[in-house]
C-alpha cells in the first residue's frame, strides 16, 4: 500500500526501506535536506514539502510521523491538519507520551482524521528484525494499516497488534522502555561484579556466551552485550555517563500515579541520574556531616 | 564417556536422562527410594549405594553432584572421599557457594581429587533445549569432562565454558542468579503497571506476545511469563509469595564485599523479602508515627 | 495584629489558639458549622461567612488559609478576589504544590493583591511548641506579616523566615517532608530489625530511650517514636498500612526533574504504597515466573 | 571508681577525660607513645604497659577496650587474659561485630571474666554531651559498671542502659548506625535538591536553621548538618567521596539475614560506595549497551 513517511531519521529511513523491501510504495518526508538526500541514496524518493507529500497519497491517506516526541510532533500535525481529509489516517510511531496522543487523538477526531499511536521497538536492528509494535487506536484504522504493519514486523503474525484505544500503544511502549531500563541495569550490575572479582580474571565476553544459550538470563539484550564486550573488553574509552530519554521518567511517573511500586524500575532511572551526577552535592554534604559527628576526615577536591 | 551422577531430583535426573541420551554411560545414585525409582522409570540404572555407583565407574571416575547447596554436598564429599582414587574428578553442578567450592577443591586437592565447580543454569527446560554451564577448576579436569560437557550444553560449541580457577563457575553462576532476579522484577513491575492501568485493559498476555518478537525486551524470561500469562492472566489462585534460594543473597553480599554497587540486584532480592512480610513492623511503626506527630488516622487491624 | 484565618481545621485552629494567647486578634472562618463551633468552644470567634469575614478584618488585610491542598485552594481564592482589595496579603499556609503557588500569585499580583506562600511543619505538636515556617514571596508583604509569624514559630528569632520569592516556601516545605519520610523509613526499618533479634528479646521503646540522649540519631521524631512505643510496644491493632499525603510524590517528581537521584526518599515513597499493595500483581507474577523455569512451586492463596 | 582505658585516640582519650571529670580513678593504655603523651598532657597518666595498667586497677579490675573493632580486639583481649583474674570485667566499648562480641563472652566465660559489650555513640561530642551507651551482656557485671556509666552518660539516668545479653548492645549500636546511614542521606537528598533548585536560589544554612526549631525534621543530625553548612555553604574543596565503617555493611547483612527488608538503609550503604566509584564500569557498559541497539552515541572519555 501507499504510506507517507515524516521523519527520515535514524528510525524513519530504516523503517521506510524496509516497506519498501516489502514492495509498498513510500513517500517520504523530512524537514532536513541532508536527510531527504540521505534518503534518496537508499531508494526513498522524498517528497520536497509537506504538501507534495500528501498530494502524492491516494485517499484514504496514511502518514507515518517517525519524528521526536514533543513540541515536533504537534507542529507537524499542526501543519499536516489542513492538507488532510476525513478518513486519513496519522500514525505516530515514535516514543510520545501517552496522555499526548490521547490529546492528539480526540482533537483530530473533530476532523474525522484518524490518529493512530505505535509504539515502535528494535532500534537499528528493526530494519533486519522487524520491529515490535503495539499499536493504540481505533480498530478500523489499524486494520487499514495491516499490510504495512505485517512488513514492519518481524513476520506477519508476530510482534504486533493493536493493544487498546488512544495511548494504548504508547503507554505500552512507556512500559516496554522502563522495563529495558531495569533489565540493563541488571546486566550491568552483574557484569561490573565479575569485572570487580579480579582474583578470577574473568573474560566477560566469554561468560557472556556461555549465558546465551541455555540459562535462564538469555536475551536480545545479552546478544548485544555479548557483542559490545567483544569488541571492547574493558569499555575503554567510554565515558561512565548514562543518558535517559524520557520514558524512563515517564513509567517511574505513571507508577506511582497509579500506587504500583515499581523499585527496579525506578532506581535504574535514577542510576542514570546518577551516572551523570560526578559532583554530587549530596555527598559533599554526606562527608561533611561525617566530619562534624565523628571528627572524620573530608576528602579534599 | 561413564558419569556417576549423584543426585537424581529434579535437575538431577533431568541431566542423566540427557547423558543418556547423548549417548553416556550414566551411573546414578540417590539417597531418596523414591528418587531411584523414577530415575529406573526414565531408563537410568542407579545404583543402591554410593559405593556401588562408584565400584561401577571406570578409572578415572567423573562423579557429578547435583544435590542442594549446603551440608549435604560436604556429607557427600566426606562419604565419598573414601571410595575415591587420585585423578578421580568430582564435579558439583549444584548451587554452591563458591567460597565452599574453593574450600573443597583445596581440600580434595591433599588426596589427588580433583575437583570442578559448574554454574548449571537452565532450569526444568534443560532436558530440551541444553543446559549453559559455568565451569571452575583444574584445565586438565575440565577437559577431561568435555564429551559430557557437550552433551549437556545446548549444543558441542555453545553454552558452556571453563571460566576460571575453583570457584570462578559458581561465582559466575551466582552473579547469573542475581542478574535472573533483576530481570524477573523488572518484567514483574512492568506487567504490574500495565496490569493497573484499568482504562486500557490490557490483555497482558498479548502484550507480551508482541514483545516476545523484534522488541528490545525480548528475551527467554519474557518467552515464559507470556506461557504464564496465557494460562493464567489474572495470576488467580497465586499467593504474592516469592521465595528465595539463596544465590541473590550471596551476590548481594558479594557485591558489598567487593564495593560495587548493585542497587535494581540487591531490591529485587529485598522485594523478595517484601513479598513475604505481610505484616510489616516497619509499616506499623510508620503508620504510628504518624499519628504521633500529625494526629492522622492510623488504619486498625 | 488583625489575621482571617481560613479553615479551623486541626491545623487551622492550633494555629489560630496559639495566635490568640499571643495576644493577636483572630478572625476564623470555616465552610463546616461543626468546625466553627468546635473554634467558638476554644475562644477563636468565626466570621459566618467569608463576606463577614473579610469584612471584620482592617486594611490591609491579612489572610491565612489553612485548607486542604488542591482546588480547595483554588476555589477559596476565587470566592475571596473580589472582597480583597489592593495590597491584602493571602496566605497560603497549606501543602499546595509549589507551582500552583507560582501560579496564584502571579495570578492575585494583577489584582494588586499579594500573596505568600508558607511551608508549616510542625504537627499537632505546633500549638505548644511554635511551627516551623518557611515563606516565599514578596519581601514587604512577609515583613508586615513578621507579629504573626514570630508567634506562630516557636520563638521571635527561630524556626521561621522567607527563604525565597513566590513557590519557594512551598517548595522548601515539600523537600521538607520529603526528607520526613526518609527519616521515618530508616527509623522503622531499624526498629524492625530489633524486633525481628528475637534472640536478644529487645525493649524497643527502651532502645528508644536510651538513643533519644547523647546518641548520634537523636531527634524529634525518635523522641515520637519512643512515645508511640511506649504506649503499645508491640503495634498491636495498628494495621501495616501506611498512607501519602502528595508531598513525597512531588519531591521524587521534582528531584527526578531537577536530575537530582535521591534513592533514600523515593524508596521511602515506594514503601509506602507497598504497604498498601497487598495483593501484588507483580509479587504473583515472579512467583508464576519461578515456577516456569524451575518448576518451583508457588503458594496458593 | 577504678577503670582502665585502653585505646587512647579520638573516641577512647575524649572518654577517659569526662570519667576524670566525673571523679573516677582512670588508668589509661595506648600502644602508640604519642597517644599516650598526648593523653598525659589532658590529665590522664598512661600506664607504659598492659601489665602495668592491670597491676595498677584493684580487684575486681573494669577494663574498658576503645580500639578498632576486628583482629586488635582479639590480640589485646589474649594478651590481657593472663593479666585477669575470675570476677574481673573486660568491656568492648568499640564498634565490634555483634557475633564477635557472643564469642568473645563466651571464651571469657570459661576463665570467669565477665564481657560486657557497650555500643556507644556520641562522636567527638560525647566528652561535653555524654555517650548513649546500649550494653550487652551479664547483669552483675553491668550493675558494677553503673558509677562509670552514669558518667560517661549524658545524664545518670538518661542515654543509657543493659539492652541484653552478649551481643546486644553491639546489636542495637550496629542497627543504630544503619539508622544514622539512612537519616543522613535523606538530610543530604533533601539539600541536594534544594541546592540543584536555582531558580531559588535557597540559602541552605538558612533552611536548615529554620527546621531546627519547630519541624518534624528537626534533629542533633540536622544541627550538625547547619554547622557545616554555615561554615562551608557551597561545600567547597570537599569531594563527593564518603567513606563507610563496617556497621552500615552489618545491618544490611543483618537484615537480610533476618528476612527484614531495609531497602532505606540499603540504598544509604549502596550510595556510599556508588560515591567512591567514579569510573564505574556499569555505567560504561550501560553506555556502551545503548549505542548497541538504538545507536546512541556514547560519550567519550
Known amino acids: 500500500m501507499d504510506i507517507g513517511m515524516i521523519g527520515l531519521g535514524r528510525m524513519g529511513a530504516n523503517m521506510a ?13 523530512d524537514a532536513v535536506e541532508a536527510a531527504r ?12 514539502s509537506l504538501q507534495a507529500l500528501i498530494a502524492a497519497l491516494p ?3 496514511a502518514v507515518w510521523l517517525m519524528v521526536p516526541a514533543g513540541a515536533i510532533v504537534d507542529d507537524t500535525i499542526a501543519a499536516l491538519r489542513p492538507l488532510l481529509a476525513r478518513g486519513d489516517i496519522v500514525i505516530d510511531g515514535g516514543n510520545s507520551r501517552y496522555q499526548d496522543s490521547m490529546r492528539r487523538a480526540e482533537s483530530l477526531a473533530a476532523d474525522g482524521i484518524r490518529y493512530v499511536d505505535c509504539g515502535t521497538s528494535g532500534g537499528v536492528w528493526g530494519l533486519q528484525e522487524g520491529y515490535s509494535l503495539m499499536l493504540g487506536g481505533d480498530e478500523a484504522a489499524i486494520e487499514a494499516l495491516h499490510p504495512i504493519l505485517k512488513t514492519l514486523a518481524p513476520s506477519a503474525d508476530q510482534g504486533w497488534g493493536r493493544v487498546g484505544p488512544s495511548g494504548a500503544g504508547h503507554f505500552a511502549k512507556m512500559v516496554h522502555n522502563g522495563i529495558e531500563y531495569g533489565l540493563m541495569q541488571a546486566y550491568a550490575e552483574g557484569f561490573a561484579i565479575l569485572q570487580r572479582k579480579q582474583d578470577f580474571a574473568f573474560d566477560l565476553h566469554q561468560v557472556a556466551e556461555i549465558w546465551r544459550t541455555g540459562s535462564v538470563v538469555r536475551s536480545w539484550l545479552l546478544d548485544l552485550t ?13 565515558a561512565p555517563w548514562v543518558s535517559d530519554s524520557g520514558e524512563g521518567r515517564w513509567t517511574v511517573a505513571e507508577a506511582i500515579a497509579l500506587d504500583v511500586p515499581a523499585p527496579v524500575i525506578t532506581l535504574s532511572l535514577l542510576e542514570r541520574l546518577r551516572s551523570r551526577d560526578d559532583d554530587s552535592f549530596a555527598d559533599k554534604l554526606l562527608s561533611a556531616m561525617r566530619n562534624q559527628f565523628g571528627g572524620h576526615a573530608v576528602k579534599k577536591e
Open 37 to 48: 538526500d540521505a534518503a534518496k541514496a537508499r531508494g526513498i524518493a522524498p517528497a520536497e
Open 17 to 29: 526501506e524496509r516497506l519498501l523491501r516489502g514492495g509498498h510504495r513510500v513517500h517520504g518526508f
Open 59 to 61: 485517499s484514504p491517506r
Open 226 to 238: 555479548a557483542d559490545a564486550l567483544a569488541k571492547n573488553p574493558t569499555m575503554e574509552g567510554i
